[in-house]
């Protein structure tokens, strides 16, 4: 639970800077930062990815998850959910609300696939590098939000300690049912999916990283077998 604090710690500050503020960071800073996070990023993913024994189970999970995350359009969904939850606490006027802040800045920080990855990798393992990094994106992130969405951005910090701390409860729970073999292959192929994520950061990519996600539950099954 310590990534999960520390990235709650990080938006608590981010917001209150922004509120501070009220101006945010120059975008010109913001987009060096994403990138030093990024290349950073792209580091972790490559460390974690070389914890795999069997690389046929990786190319396996790759090959199957895709398939049922393309088909489900797991991205597409999630960003339809936030548009509807975004379009139903925006006001006609235009006027920015509580509520508004407090939606937009939950989804950012909850609704996507390096919440999940890091989660379910501090819960399984208790690596937290995931989400130590996530924790700093959230800090920015934060704080140029705060500065234009108010207080509610603040109080989505508890939402943030709700989602993320369960996901790492949930993942926790299941650890024990898991051989150390399924658990280090779990760990590659989210590893895998960080590396992506990090070139998105970059600016290198766009994958549909959420689509991917699937992958990370096959390797247990084919451990079963192979």
């Known amino acids: 639970m310590l990534g999960v604090l520390i990235n709650v710690g990080t938006v608590l500050v981010g917001s209150l800077v922004g509120l501070f503020l009220k101006r945010g960071i120059p975008e010109k800073l913001t987009e060096a930062l994403m990138i030093g996070i990024g290349l950073c990023t792209v580091f972790i993913g490559i460390s974690g990815a070389l914890q795999g024994e069997n690389t046929l189970v990786l190319i396996l999970s790759m090959a199957i998850g895709t398939v049922i995350g393309t088909l489900l359009d797991i991205d597409k969904q999630l960003n339809r959910l936030a548009a509807c939850v975004e379009a139903r606490f925006r006001q006609k006027d235009g006027q920015i609300t509580v509520a508004e802040g407090f939606v937009t800045a939950s989804l950012l920080f909850c609704v996507g696939a390096m919440t999940i ?54 993942a926790g729970l299941i650890a024990p049912f898991l051989t150390d073999y399924a658990i280090g292959e779990m760990t590659c192929a989210g590893s895998v999916l960080i590396i992506a994520l990090g070139l998105n950061l970059i600016g290198v990519t766009k994958i549909k990283v959420a689509n991917y996600l699937p992958v990370i539950l096959i390797p247990p099954v084919l451990c079963l077998f192979m």
């Open 117 to 170: 990855v890091g989660s379910l990798q501090a819960g399984l393992t208790g690596d937290c590098e995931m989400l130590y990094t996530k924790a700093t994106l959230d800090l920015i992130s934060s704080c140029v939000l705060a500065a234009s969405l108010g207080i509610g951005v603040l109080l989505a910090d508890i939402f943030v300690f709700i989602f993320q701390g369960g996901l790492v409860l949930l």
